[in-house]
Nanobody, 117 residues
Framework: VQLEQSGGGLVQPGGSLTLSCAAS????????ITWHRRAPGKERVAIACINNANGITYPADSVKGRITVSGDKTKNTVSLQMNTLKIEDTAVYYCAAGRGCGISDYWGQGTQVTVSS
């Protein structure tokens, strides 16, 4: 039972990136998946959540309009697409799954996103 993250890396300001969160050993179909990030020297914060049962998303104000969260039930995966990336988006990103937004029964391993020219 685990969440496996992929994606991430180095991207230039203004660029785009997609992170994926794939579950094994359990289904994401009726769970909420929350994306968090921890910027250097800062605490971890939630930036978006999706109710994977109906696809309704809840983005934080800091990223609203720049991200898309989507689920693929055929792959048991949730993705976070980030556009118009800013230097301040540099962080380690985590996905977490649970029974509500911010309720995290399972965590991904984290993936580094660095926005730099």
């Amino acid at each position: 039972v685990q969440l496996e993250q992929s994606g991430g890396g180095l991207v230039q300001p203004g660029g785009s990136l997609t992170l994926s969160c794939a579950a094994s050993g359990f289904s994401l179909d009726y769970l909420y998946i929350t994306w968090h990030r921890r910027a250097p020297g800062k605490e971890r914060v939630a930036i978006a959540c999706i109710n994977n049962a109906n696809g309704i998303t809840y983005p934080a104000d800091s990223v609203k309009g720049r991200i898309t969260v989507s689920g693929d039930k055929t792959k048991n995966t949730v993705s976070l697409q980030m556009n118009t990336l800013k230097i301040e988006d540099t962080a380690v990103y985590y996905c977490a799954a649970g029974r509500g937004c911010g309720i995290s029964d399972y965590w991904g391993q984290g993936t580094q996103v660095t926005v730099s020219s």
